[in-house]
């Protein structure tokens, strides 16, 4: 009876066993299939891959690091526990430990753009990988560090080749991570990555990209139509042709734009960032700038907070290349020189970047040579310790003296401080002061206005219908004339007026007050002053979804009427534009005219066109306001006014 509960307890053991080597097989399979789908932008299914992954602690952290990949910059993820958890010692070498350094390499890129720690960790994995004989593991950390190659390194490193040469050794039965290989291959020949023996090493590097992309066509045809990867394929295609035909070049990118419009989610933002920002840049080289412009506003909306500083810098150098090719060159040079302020700290942390690479570079040495650095280390650290022992007890004596000196020099910056709030005070109470001067003197103006229609358009039609009266009261004893004539013309006196003042109340409302909304209360007035054909007004508009608030959108058409008014009345111009966007929680109107133009330097602005009064209310928006003409060329103002 025993033998036989001991046998069924055996059999027990290796059937629960053989469950056990069952599921882990089948976790490694999905976990292959999970991390091909996300290569392949395939979201949605990588989303249902995880659902069938049954190990909890390796579902758990491919939520987390799915959870990461998908918001791409958008969402930052807090990975201080897995951090935590990854420095114990001597813990087992097994496949959550890789997904764990997956995540914190991703996290990094992702958010963080440190790409020293980031490479740290994907190294680590990829030695791990190896060692675990975890072939799609090892590819997703190949990537990893060949993105961050792609993403920062600027100057040649060996390896770059060797990670390449790894990647296509793991992916030549696998067209997925074939179309990666040619993909990274791509781009890290175009920044200069790859070694050259050629003479000319553009030409080499031409030669290197069209090979590579023949064989990306050759793989492409492999995959479904309407598999994502086709998004990046067709950026690629638009890359590879700009060096012949810029046409052909943007209509892969307006394909690419297309297949982008139906991928909501936030995951595509980049891939639509870069997209509409390289649209910008090849229409820009057609010389079609507004268009540029357009393209180049809207990628705001898509960009990343990873590198703002970048970001900026890109932004301004397109917008002012754009505004030269536009002849708006003082709007061209304030661009210009927020690109140059920009490129000044970016040029500070490249040189950071720099020795973050040659870090980088150092950790890929050979075993035996990582030996010798920390033999020769622990003999510089025998140095630098006795040199820091030194250095510490100056330090302390010089702090003693430093103490001394920072109570006085507390009392001294609150005392200024104290004076530094009075000034702020008095400042702001002059800019309140300012302020209202410029509202009243907006409704004077108003109120002057609505006075000289009155007594122009309803005045003369007033008087001429008293006559009319007059003329009844007399005819009625007399009957000279035919009554019914009379009254006719009373009456259409009568309805002439009552239209004069319903068109003196539209025109100073304009659909603002009767709740249009800002955009089409400006798309009214274009339409109405075009009507009369003695200039053409044509409005562009883009993010204008939602109302802004009431107040100031009376605010701000006020003001816009009052700039159109100015145009009609001194501009003599054929043509106008108003061009009004919301981005980025930033409110950019550009109002141009084809007029004759003025100088500026000879106007004197606080006393013509109401254009001081404007500028300040302006300004008690917190917002910025630019002039720039030129004499026989039209005019542009442009107006940026942050919103909440």
């Not at 394909?255 to 933002?269: H, Q």
């Not at 309140?432 to 109120?447: S, Y």
């Not at 204008?544 to 003599?572: G, P």
Request: hydrophobic residues 40%; glycine residues 2%.
């Amino acid at each position: 009876m025993y033998f036989n509960l001991f046998y069924l307890f055996i059999l027990l053991n290796i059937s629960l066993s053989t469950q056990k080597t069952r599921n882990s097989i089948n976790d490694r399979d999905l976990l292959s299939s999970f991390f091909e789908d996300i290569q392949q932008l395939k979201i949605n299914k990588a989303s249902e891959v995880i659902v069938k992954i049954e190990n909890t602690s390796l579902n758990n952290k491919i939520r987390i690091y799915f959870e990461i990949k998908k918001c791409n910059g958008f969402k930052q993820h807090n990975a201080d526990g897995i951090l935590k958890n990854i420095v114990i010692k001597n813990r087992e070498e097994n496949l959550e430990l890789l997904l764990d350094l997956l995540i914190l390499s991703e996290n990094e890129i992702s958010y963080k753009n440190d790409r020293l720690k980031a490479f740290d960790y994907a190294y680590k994995g990829l030695e791990l990988s190896k060692k675990l004989n975890t072939d799609f593991l090892e590819r997703e950390f190949l990537i990893l560090i060949l993105n961050i190659f792609k993403n920062g390194i600027i100057n040649n490193d060996d390896n770059v080749e060797k990670y390449l040469d790894q990647l296509f050794k793991l992916s030549k039965n696998n067209k997925v991570y074939l179309f990666k290989y040619y993909e990274y291959k791509i781009y890290l020949n175009e920044i200069g990555l790859l070694k050259t023996d050629f003479k000319s090493k553009i030409d080499k590097r031409t030669k290197i990209s069209l090979d590579c992309f023949k064989k990306l066509e050759s793989l492409i045809i492999l995959f479904d139509k309407n598999n994502s990867i086709n998004i990046e394929y067709y950026h690629l295609k638009a890359l590879i042709l700009s060096y012949n035909d810029i046409e052909l070049s943007l209509t892969n990118l307006k394909y690419e734009l297309k297949l982008l419009e139906n991928k909501k989610d936030i995951f595509f933002n980049k891939y639509k960032y870069e997209n509409l920002k390289e649209l910008a840049r090849k229409l820009a080289e057609k010389k079609q700038f507004l268009e540029a412009i357009n393209y180049l506003n809207q990628s705001k909306t898509f960009e990343s907070k990873i590198t703002p500083l970048r970001n900026k810098f890109v932004y301004n150098l397109y917008i002012s290349e754009m505004y030269y090719g536009l002849n708006k060159k003082d709007s061209a040079f304030i661009a210009m020189k927020l690109g140059f302020q920009n490129s000044i700290s970016l040029n500070f942390k490249n040189q950071n970047n720099l020795i973050s690479s040659l870090e980088i570079k150092n950790k890929t040495v050979e075993k035996e040579k990582q030996i010798f650095e920390l033999d020769t280390k622990r003999k510089q650290n025998l140095s630098f310790l006795i040199v820091t022992l030194s250095s510490l007890i100056l330090i302390s004596i010089i702090a003693t003296l430093s103490l001394k000196n920072s109570k006085r020099k507390r009392k001294l910056a609150e005392q200024e401080k104290e004076l530094e709030t009075i000034k702020n005070l008095t400042l702001l109470k002059e800019q309140e002061i300012t302020t209202i001067n410029a509202m009243v003197d907006g409704q004077e103006k108003e109120r002057k206005r609505i006075a000289e229609d009155l007594h122009d358009n309803l005045g003369s039609v007033l008087a001429t219908l008293k006559l009319h009266f007059e003329n009844l009261k007399i005819n009625r004893e007399k009957k000279k004339i035919d009554q019914k004539e009379l009254f006719n013309k009373t009456e259409n006196l009568i309805d002439e007026a009552y239209l004069k003042v319903r068109r003196i109340a539209h025109a100073k409302n304009a659909g603002v007050i009767a709740n249009q909304g800002l955009l089409l209360a400006i798309q009214v007035m274009a339409e109405k002053i075009s009507s009369a054909d003695k200039i053409q007004i044509e409005v562009i508009h883009f993010g204008l979804d939602k109302r802004l608030e009431n107040t100031l959108e009376i605010t701000l058409f006020r003001i816009i009427q009052e700039l159109v008014t100015n145009i009609i009345k001194h501009a003599d111009a054929k043509n106008a534009t108003i061009n009004i966007s919301l981005y980025d929680k930033n409110l950019n109107i550009i109002i141009e005219d084809d007029g004759k133009g003025f100088n500026i330097k000879k106007v004197n602005l606080n006393n013509g066109m109401g254009i001081s009064s404007i500028k300040t209310r302006i300004e008690h928006l917190n917002g910025t306001f630019e002039i720039d003409s030129t004499l026989g060329k039209g005019s542009s103002i442009i107006i940026d006014i942050p919103v909440s």
